[in-house]
C-alpha cells in the first residue's frame, strides 16, 4: 500500500439536487484508476470511509456516495458506533424506508451523474472505471455496470442482492465480475443458477459463497464483520480491479 490516503467531502451534481460524497485518494499528486463504492444500506459513514482508504492505499481514486441523499447529508439516519443484534432491529426500522424510497429510476439517475463526475475528476485517470457495492450498495453497482457497458470494465459485489432485478439485468453486463455471496443469504442451488445465468450472458465471472459468513460480513462496526472474510473479499477485488483498469 501506499502512503495514508486523502480524504475529500465532495457534492455531486445529479437531477434531483446534489448528493454528498466522500473521495479517497492517494496523496502526492498524479492520477489514479476509479472506483465507484456504493455503500450497504446503512450508508455513508466511518465503516465505509474505513473501506474506501484501504482501497486507495492500493492506488486508485474511489467514490463513496450518500445513496439517500434526497432525505439529507449523511448520516441520515443517526447510528450506534456498533451495530449488534440488539440495535439491529431499531436501526433497520429506520433505514429501510430509505431503501424502499431508492428506487431502480432513481439508481440508475444517480449512476450517471457519479459516473460523470468521476471521469471529470483530475486525479482520475481517462477511461473506463470500476463500481463496488455491499448489500444493496453491491445491486446498485450492477445496476450501474448494466447500463454503462462502454464506462465499466469491472464489477465486484459483496453480500448483495445481485439477482434482484432477474437474469435479463446480466445481458447488459460487459465487465468483469466478482460476486461475493453471504453464507446466510443465498443456498448452493441458489448460487448454481446465479451462475448459470452469469454463463449464459457470456461474462467473465466469479461467484462464490464465503463459507461460514451471514450477510454484512464486511462491515467492521456490525457484529455480521467476519475479518477472514473481508481478507478474502482484498484478495478477490484487488486482483480485480488490477487486470481491468486503465493504469496512469
Excluded at 1 to 7: E, N
Excluded at 33 to 40: K, S
Excluded at 178 to 191: C, I, K, Q, R
Aim: overall charge negative; glycine content about 10%; aromatic content about 8%.
Amino acid at each position: 500500500m501506499s502512503a495514508q490516503p486523502r480524504t475529500e467531502l465532495l457534492q455531486i451534481p445529479t437531477p434531483d439536487g446534489h448528493a454528498d460524497a466522500l473521495a479517497a485518494f492517494p496523496d502526492g499528486g498524479g492520477r489514479h484508476p476509479g472506483v465507484l463504492m456504493y455503500p450497504d444500506g446503512f450508508g455513508l459513514r466511518p465503516a465505509l470511509r474505513e473501506l474506501a482508504c484501504e482501497l486507495a492505499g492500493h492506488g486508485y481514486f474511489v467514490l463513496v456516495p450518500n445513496l439517500f441523499y434526497r432525505h439529507g447529508p449523511a448520516p441520515v439516519v443517526a447510528l450506534p458506533p456498533y451495530i449488534g443484534a440488539e440495535q439491529r432491529a431499531e436501526v433497520f426500522a429506520r433505514v429501510m424506508p430509505l431503501v424502499t424510497a431508492h428506487t431502480r429510476d432513481r439508481a440508475l439517475l444517480d449512476a450517471d451523474a457519479y459516473l460523470r463526475f468521476l471521469a471529470a475528476r483530475p486525479e482520475v485517470v481517462a477511461g473506463p472505471v470500476a463500481v463496488t457495492g455491499y448489500c444493496i450498495g453491491g445491486l446498485q453497482a450492477v445496476r450501474t455496470a448494466a447500463a454503462h457497458p462502454k464506462q465499466v470494465a469491472a464489477l465486484a459485489a459483496f453480500h448483495a442482492p445481485v439477482a434482484v432485478d432477474g437474469p435479463g439485468l446480466f445481458a447488459g453486463l460487459t465487465a468483469e465480475v466478482h460476486f461475493g455471496h453471504a453464507a446466510s443469504d443465498l443456498t448452493p442451488e441458489t448460487l448454481a443458477g446465479l451462475n448459470r445465468s452469469l454463463d449464459a450472458a457470456g461474462i467473465t465471472h466469479t461467484s462464490e459463497i464465503y463459507p461460514g459468513t451471514v450477510h454484512g460480513f464486511t462491515m467492521s462496526d456490525t457484529d455480521a464483520f467476519d475479518p477472514a472474510a473481508r481478507r478474502l473479499h482484498w484478495d478477490r477485488l484487488l486482483p480485480l480491479l488490477a487486470r481491468a483498469l486503465p493504469t496512469a
